[in-house]
């Protein structure tokens, strides 16, 4: 079962435009990762805000999570045609004492020349 | 940078076959874990390792499939019979401790049951 859902499900934007993409979920966390994922290609890790944090960033990534309202965006500023994936959202569920994460649906992220 | 290695990467196979799949994860990495991930969905755990031993098997079909982790080093998933329904993206992931912490994936194996 998947926890996460992202939207939009697909985006397309400019090279130089800020993407975001927003992912909800259902059940009470330890933390939030966001990974990437290239067509074909395995997972990519790029940020985890722990459930105590609201907000995070790591080079043109900003993260922001909101407890109260089950959510949690990603922000990639200034995007590239290298930014072309699709975008995961995981969390790490604590209903599960094995902390397993559960993935989301995913955001296909297409970034134009 | 060390990585997760899976092999084979493309696996074409007739229903009702066995296939298997290897993963050897980072070095040092304490959890292995298995998802599988069909076209358009996010990855889906089938089965997780701390060490050697088991410690999430609930969503892996035990009828027809099999994971093992001798050693508590690499790791085989096995499908026996394949079906048509299998035909997916098994990916491999490790990951340092034994919390929900960063996972580090393999490039997975594209399974084509026909």
């Known amino acids: 079962s998947q926890q996460g859902e992202e939207d939009p499900q697909a985006l397309s934007i400019q090279e130089g435009e800020n993407a975001t993409m927003n992912c909800s979920y259902k059940?009470?966390?330890?933390?939030l990762q966001w990974y990437r994922q290239n067509s074909g290609r395995g997972l990519v890790h790029l940020i985890l805000?722990?459930?105590?944090?609201r907000e995070k960033h790591s080079g043109r990534l900003r993260v922001t999570l909101d407890t109260s309202k089950k959510s949690s965006s990603l922000l990639i500023t200034a995007s590239r045609a290298a930014d072309t994936a699709s975008y995961f959202c995981?969390?790490?569920?604590?209903?599960?004492?094995?902390?397993?994460?559960?993935f989301g649906t995913g955001t296909r992220l297409q970034v134009f020349p | 940078e060390a990585e997760v290695a899976q092999s084979p990467r493309y696996k074409i196979t007739e229903k009702s076959q066995a296939v298997a799949f290897w993963c050897d994860p980072i070095?040092?990495?304490?959890?292995l874990y298995w998802y599988r991930q069909i076209l358009g969905q996010g990855p889906e755990l089938l089965v997780q390792?701390?060490?050697?031993?088991?410690?999430?098997d609930s969503q892996l079909p035990k009828d027809r499939f099999s994971a093992e982790r001798l050693k508590g080093v690499d790791s085989t998933l096995k499908i026996q019979p394949a079906e048509l329904g299998d035909s997916a993206m098994y990916l491999c992931?490790?990951?340092?401790?034994?919390?929900?912490?960063?996972?580090?994936f393999g490039p997975g194996t594209r399974l084509t049951v026909l």
């Open positions: 992931a490790s990951s340092l401790g034994y919390s929900a912490d960063t996972q580090y």
């Open positions: 995981a969390t790490a569920d604590l209903s599960y004492n094995t902390d397993k994460l559960i």
């Open positions: 059940t009470s966390i330890n933390n």
């Open positions: 805000i722990r459930s105590n944090e």
């Open positions: 070095s040092g990495h304490a959890t």
């Open positions: 390792f701390q060490d050697e031993s088991v410690v999430d």
